[in-house]
């Protein structure tokens, strides 16, 4: 039986999980996997402090030096979070030839170009299923078992927080601000939520998925990302008169040599598959030009599902020998669109008197702007709101005709733009 | 670059899915994997007949002796379903050394044990994505993602044509056999739909999926099967009144060292991701221990899907160097529990007469079946339909109730017993 040396970077959350795993289950992957995985040593800042979970104090060290320099270690775990000190460590471990396996979307989606290198040179492996919705399989599953494919396109819930606040703002009719503070009580939102809420998170988690999906680098810069802040109750309601959810979509389309990646609030049909992903769950919906439409579908965080796909790349790591499996990318050449199609959710509110419905149509007109449905709905006295569903149009378009709108005297404002895909 | 010399067995319309998948997408597969598949023959009944897909005339062959003696053959993909000739074809390519992958559920089911004995002895590689859920990775991700946790409960949708069937049922209102012909005239059913209308396919299906999650041989004759024929318009509104759907769900739990198998039509919450699973489509639910519950959505059958599948699969098999990566079974002693509890829909006629319900209520509580929910429906001038929902109750409890029922003067008819799951 193949004996293999890990060391943990960390004993929170995740490292208390990966524990947790090979506690309970290291004795039935010894029989299947013919492996036996030892932790050898495990980074915490205080080797005093009390913890929730069994281990050998021996194990524990606030040296990094002490794991980089032992030889019995072959595989590093690293699931710290953010890019300091986590990126020198997995910097140090990979030029020592030591196999890294992590959960950090951040480190990889910004510096993948230069770990991926360092893995090159020093033959260790790099593996992250695990930075991307957790639990999920996903990484190896695009890697290994849909090569016959282009991958076309990708459409993803994958922050679950967003997904859990927009999930009680629907089914229970609240407000942003009060689930947010329901969220943080749950421990399912940060104190400082901005990561979240605004989209980074997904954005980092988009990075990765879309450079495996396409093999092509989609860098976090390559990326539009727009969050869920301004999404009102009544943008939600009226989606759903409409048949339509609202969801933190990371969305990446590839084309005729155009990617186009982005992260924004969206209209999704209820008959979507992604519509029925609900709470903090996390769903991945995958287009390839052979197999059709895939989705996957589960926990994209917590200690036990992040454990999971961390210890399966650490069997997969041992039992290709360490050996680096590198993702190839392509040499194709390809430019990105920030100019997108898109349906689009529109909601004005305007003066109500004769002739302002057919001046509004008059600008989406002359912005290539055609309308596939227009709802005139809360009247008051001297004013309405009224929602459009636009055809199919350009992102650029339908920008332009909104700025004119906003200098025409019959349109007091703007309430929301929120765009749409099917 | 490595080359690998491959024969496919049929040319049908699987088949053709695999050679337009090597035309179109072959370049790529080489780039990316690094691995050149060369189709070396093809056997066909028939090698003058006109065919849809371009193909090498000169590759065809109906002499299938051609295609086991030839050295520049690798690998052998089997897609021809049912038992003849495939078995004996996929025994020969084993025992002279080919590694074979098939789509071949059948076969798989039950016949595992002698092929994968077969592919030991030569050193061959036995590859059946493909079998279950045409395109959707389910085999690979098990084996190679989810190693980390024991696999406590699967439920799936894992029959295209009956989930159809119940799909148009339950938006359209329609009757059984309407729907049937339809999906007969759509191509969505065989001319003879028993395999699919009676469970049968699922059952091949189940069998090997949760063997591979299980760790233990389930074959066919472990799963309970019943198909969907009986299920009646009456039962699917009722059903939406109460908030459930109706599928036909393979099953398979495995605690304590028990493991219960069975295929049956099942009453499921709207609020379940399986609900969302329309259509032809198929979908996977997943419970691990570690990483919680999962879902995998797509395209269980269709010729590129399952193409995808297959090329998949020739990949990891030639990447492998052919050698075969058998599931290695646990030592652990199991027993078969066909006494499963579950929660039950059951739809009664009965008298409309005082003390009915009591007497009912009594018999129910004789057996140990208490109720969750009771609902009367329907009133003629001298008997009504009642509804009960029982709380969790043994199979063997409710069929006793129901026997004793039967011969109840007041109960005219039991018209449906659904099994619930949540």
């Known amino acids: 039986m193949k004996k293999i040396g890990l060391a943990l970077l960390g004993l929170g959350t995740i490292g208390s999980g990966v524990i947790k795993v ?51 270690i072959d595989v590093i775990a690293e699931f ?49 299923e695990a930075s991307v919705a957790g639990g999920i399989p996903l990484i190896k599953t695009v890697r290994r078992s849909l090569q016959a494919n282009h991958i076309t396109k990708l459409m993803g819930i994958i922050n679950g927080t967003t997904n859990f606040i927009l999930t009680k703002m629907s089914e229970e009719g609240r407000n942003f601000s009060d689930v947010l503070a329901e969220a943080q009580r749950l421990g399912y939102a940060e104190p400082d939520p901005t990561a979240d809420v605004e989209g980074y998170d997904a954005r980092y988690k988009l990075s990765i998925l879309s450079t495996i999906c396409f093999r092509n680098r989609v860098t976090v810069d390559d990326i539009y990302c727009e969050g869920i802040t301004n999404i009102s109750p009544d943008d ?60 996957f579908y589960g926990r994209g965080a917590g200690d036990l599902p992040t454990a999971s796909a961390l210890v399966s790349d650490i069997i997969t790591a041992c039992q290709n020998g360490g050996a680096h499996h590198r993702v190839k990318l392509d040499d194709e050449q390809i430019t990105f669109e920030d100019n997108w199609e898109d349906e ?4 004005l509110v305007v003066r109500d008197k004769p002739g302002v419905l057919a001046e509004i149509a008059g600008i989406f007109g002359r912005h290539n702007v055609s309308l596939n449905s227009v709802i005139q709905k809360l009247k008051t006295k001297d004013n309405a709101t009224i929602i459009f569903i636009t055809h199919e149009a350009r992102e650029a378009w339908v920008n332009a005709a909104l700025e004119e709108m906003r200098t025409c005297p019959s349109v007091l404002s703007v309430e929301s733009r929120i765009r749409l895909e099917r």
Chains 1, 2 share one sequence.
């Open 22 to 72: 090979l506690n309970e289950n290291g004795e039935m992957i010894k029989n299947r996997e013919d492996l036996d995985i030892q932790v050898k040593k495990i980074l915490v800042r205080d080797v005093h402090k009390k913890r929730n979970v069994t281990v050998d104090k021996n194990l524990l060290t606030d040296d990094p030096e002490e794991i980089f320099k032992d030889d019995s």
């Open 80 to 128: 710290m979070g953010g890019e300091m000190p986590a990126l020198p460590y997995i910097r140090q471990a990979l030029s020592r030839g030591k196999t890294v396996v992590t959960a950090n979307k951040e480190v990889i989606a910004k510096h993948w170009d230069e770990l991926e290198l360092e893995a090159r040179k020093s033959g260790a492996g790099l593996y992250f």
């Open 236 to 295: 939600i309601e009226y989606a759903k008169e409409l048949g339509f959810g609202i969801k933190l979509l990371a969305i990446a389309k590839k084309q005729n040599g155009k990617i186009e990646a982005r992260v924004h609030p969206t209209f999704i049909p209820v008959s979507h598959p992604l519509y029925a992903v609900r709470d903090s769950y996390n769903g991945i919906h995958i287009s390839g030009d052979m197999v059709g439409n895939l989705m």
């Open 344 to 347: 689009y959710y529109l909601r």
